[in-house]
T-cell receptor, first 114, second 111 residues
Framework: DGGITQSPKYLFRKEGQNVTLSCEQN?????MYWYRQDPGQGLRLIYYSQIVNDFQKGDIAEGYSVSREKKESFPLTVTSAQKNPTAFYLC?????????????FGDGTRLSIL | KQEVTQIPAALSVPEGENLVLNCSFT??????LQWFRQDPGKGLTSLLLIQSSQREQTSGRLNASLDKSSGRSTLYIAASQPGDSATYLC??????????FGSGTRLLVRP
């Protein structure tokens, strides 16, 4: 089955620690995205990538970093500079960044502070 | 700057009722509008995507309409079922590569 796999489902971060959230897709999609969702709110874009080895900041990139070394993988690192990391993180992909194509989402990673 | 608003924030209806969820956006220069469903603790499932040149899209009991001139989209759910209980999010695709999301409508369909 084609889809997007996010891991882990739950993640806990200690003070001053960097943590990495995994996102893998086997849909052969060029574009991938990371969103953050806070309770009762919509999603906000952190980073997106249109093609391998290229990525751009979204609206709330501060305190986060990404890489796109492979087409199927787009890991997100939450650094110690992100002072309020507790949220639900969602990864998405689309066949390309053409605006008529829908985005498909993974099941998310819930990050909490210890 | 594009802003997307969804009203109401929560809705509770008896099973079998037809219902309408509302989504409004401030900038009519959108390329498409997408409706998603989110179950608790889960990711988003795409329900319908309406391109800017279209007026509506239908899938089963769901019908989504788009009126760019008034900055509105509606999601119509016919003959609601308890399994329809979830949060419904709309998102507008503007001239950048970003989806701008509303905060969602939490729907409860009572048996």
């Amino acid at each position: 089955d084609g889809g997007i796999t996010q891991s882990p489902k739950y993640l806990f971060r200690k003070e001053g620690q960097n943590v990495t959230l995994s996102c893998e897709q086997n849909l052969n999609h060029d574009a991938m995205y990371w969103y953050r969702q806070d309770p009762g709110q919509g999603l906000r874009l952190i980073y997106y990538s249109q093609i391998v080895n290229d990525f751009q900041k979204g609206d709330i990139a501060e305190g986060y970093s990404v890489s796109r070394e492979k087409k199927e993988s787009f890991p997100l690192t939450v650094t110690s500079a992100q002072k309020n990391p507790t949220a639900f993180y969602l990864c998405a992909s689309s066949i390309d960044t053409e605006l008529i194509k829908p985005q498909h989402f993974g099941d998310g990673t819930r990050l909490s502070i210890l | 700057k594009q802003e997307v608003t969804q009203i109401p924030a929560a809705l509770s209806v008896p099973e079998g009722e037809n219902l309408v969820l509302n989504c409004s956006f401030t900038d009519s220069a959108i390329y498409n509008l997408q409706w998603f469903r989110q179950d608790p603790g889960k990711g988003l499932t795409s329900l319908l995507l309406i391109q800017s040149s279209q007026r509506e899209q239908t899938s089963g009991r769901l019908n989504a309409s788009l009126d760019k001139s008034s900055g509105r989209s509606t999601l119509y759910i016919a003959a609601s079922q308890p399994g329809d209980s979830a949060t419904y999010l709309c998102a507008a695709h503007d001239s950048s590569y970003k989806l701008i999301f509303g905060s969602g409508t939490r729907l409860l369909v009572r048996p």
